[in-house]
């Protein structure tokens, strides 16, 4: 089944910073199982999720260069570190902190993925909206490829990749949130 097609709402779902949002996958990002909480906050049923693409909560916002680079980091074994605006069935966004790893049999051959997500903080999003905005204006007049390589330069400058940003910002959210509950 393809993404069906959703009328986008504007409005955001605040995700619990200390519950995951699990599903996991076969080799080509077919949901084979998801949990609770992705029902609750994508408003999916496990019937309507399983077997799907992942793409069924894939958000208009988030750039293509985006995905791209998860599936390449993916496929060259690498676990995967990424904020990602989710769209619910309703049409609301939801931000994640997602970590994508990769699934592996008794002989280390790898069988599919597992997302791990927690609820992003207002700060991080407040960082990546626009970047990712720009990012996608800018694959809109160069292509994926080149908007990304371009992106890759800019965070070099800051002495950053994208896992270090993201890591970065997640690190940052993180301490916040321990000084808080102190
Ligand atoms: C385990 C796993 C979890 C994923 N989780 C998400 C997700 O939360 N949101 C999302 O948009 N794409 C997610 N993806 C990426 C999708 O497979 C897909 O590449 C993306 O939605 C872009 O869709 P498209 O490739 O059809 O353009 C995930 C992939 C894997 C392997």
Known sequence: MSRPSIA????????????????????????????????????YSEAELLNNPHNIIRHPDMPK?????????????????????????????YWVFAHIVQERDADDNIVGYSSFRRG?????????????????????????DAAWKQWEQELATQQH??????LALYQKSRGQQQKANR
């Open 65 to 93: 260069a985006l995905f791209a680079h998860l599936w390449k980091t993916l496929k060259a074994g690498m676990e995967f570190f990424g904020y990602v605006k989710n769209c619910s069935a309703q049409g609301h966004g």
């Open 8 to 43: 986008i709402s504007g409005q955001l779902i605040k995700v619990p910073t200390n519950r995951f949002i699990v599903s996991k996958s076969d080799l080509n990002g077919n949901i084979t199982y998801a949990n609770r909480m992705f029902m609750e906050i994508s408003g």
């Open 120 to 144: 992003a903080s207002d700060d991080a999003i407040a960082v990546l909206e626009p970047m990712y905005q720009k990012l996608l204006q800018q694959e809109r007049a160069v292509g994926p």
């Open 161 to 166: 990749d994208y896992e270090s940003l993201m």
